[in-house]
């Protein structure tokens, strides 16, 4: 098997976290429900988890570290936080359904500030002009379908000067590109911990720089008298048990990534795509959406045929044991933006456990699919 769908979830992952899942369903409870070895040994877990991304992430406390189900969970959290019925909220183009459904539930005034894709000048002018009047806004770091990087330093400038606060979804982005939430002085940034952190499915993690609200009530651990959430983070935020044998994961996930050289997992999977894409491109009616310099662009990679609808290619991949997505990728704002909200797109996203074997081999197999039509 070859899996090209890192984008989705990051199925190679490093063989620490799987036993580090194993280890934590055997030996540990519930962090805050008792002064016991496993709720202990729980707490420990989870605070070293906090404290490494805290760390990682250049969050002034820990405590504004706050685990969540998934990134989805912590954009709802931001979003609530921010914007109330009729703001003005201004998106990027390329957003997904993940911000444009809650914006839509709150009946937010949403303004889109698009741009062509790879053009950062483009999407910081859009952003200025888009900004004045705004409540919020919500930008992704990378688009999930193109794996366009958008220009979030200079945007989330822009927002500063406006004093607009900023929610970054790093979705896309955490584990490959520098995030500093104190040098960045978003309010929110939001991130899986299944993606590029090299988690496990049912982590997410909220960087919080603004006061926040729960979207979720319930037991936390502390303060057990009172009938309101704590006022204080995490445990505002944190209602429930905690997915303890997760964060254990996600420790070593978030291990491994540090592990490496500074850029060094960006520079693997821009490579890998970068020889994908110039290996498909001579493909008759395809259409590949890259950027040739691969400066704003991460191993994300879309393409199109006009011969053939994207779910079938992505079905044949399949068959041959290349795994991939096709379709719209939860974001339609993204194919409105570029124009390919008709045919969707096949998406290829590459990890630093694919190898340019596996680029060669998969892009063979694409060329013969296409070319027997």
Do not use: W
């Amino acid at each position: 098997m070859i899996y090209f769908d890192s984008a989705a979830t990051s199925l190679q992952k490093p063989k620490a976290v799987s036993a580090a899942v194993s280890r934590a369903m055997t030996t540990m409870a519930s962090p805050g429900r008792g002064c016991h070895k496993p709720a202990m040994l729980a707490a420990d877990t989870v605070l070293n988890c906090r404290m490494l991304l805290s760390s990682y992430f250049n969050v002034s406390e820990p405590e504004c570290v706050v685990f969540t189900f998934n990134a989805t969970h912590s954009l709802n959290i931001a979003i609530n936080s921010l914007v109330s019925p009729g703001d003005k909220v201004v998106i990027s183009g390329y957003e997904h359904n993940s911000v444009t459904r809650p914006l839509q539930a709150l009946n937010a005034d949403v303004h889109v500030a698009r741009s062509p894709l790879f053009d950062q000048p483009a999407a910081i002018e859009a952003f200025r002009e888009a900004l004045p009047g705004a409540q919020c806004a919500v930008c992704t770091h990378v688009s999930n379908v193109f794996g366009y990087i958008l220009p979030i330093k200079e945007i989330s400038d822009l927002c500063r000067q406006y004093n607009v606060p900023l929610i970054i979804d790093a979705s896309q982005s955490a584990g490959t590109l520098p995030i500093d939430l104190s040098g960045l002085g978003a309010a929110f940034i939001a991130m899986p911990g299944h993606k590029g952190l090299m988690g496990p499915q049912g982590t997410g993690v909220l960087l919080c720089g603004h006061e926040a609200k729960p979207v979720l009530y319930g037991g936390s651990g502390s303060n057990s008298t009172m009938n309101t959430m704590p006022d204080y983070l995490p445990d505002r935020l944190e209602a429930g048990t905690h997915n303890v044998a997760g964060i254990a994961g996600l420790e070593q996930g978030v291990r491994f990534v540090m592990s490496k050289p500074e850029g060094a997992v960006l520079s693997h999977e821009r490579k890998l795509c970068s020889a994908f894409a110039e290996k498909i491109s001579s493909i008759p009616d395809v259409k590949v959406f890259y950027d040739k310099s691969m400066s704003c662009q991460t191993g994300v990679l879309s393409m199109y045929s006009a011969r053939m609808d994207s779910d079938l290619i992505a079905e044949k991949l399949g068959k041959e044991g290349i795994c991939v997505r096709a379709g719209l990728h939860c974001s339609p704002t993204a194919h409105e933006t570029v124009g390919t909200i008709e045919q969707g797109t096949v998406r290829f996203s590459f990890s630093p456990f694919n190898t340019m074997a596996e680029v060669a081999y998969a892009s063979d197999i694409l060329t013969k699919i296409l070319n027997n039509m």
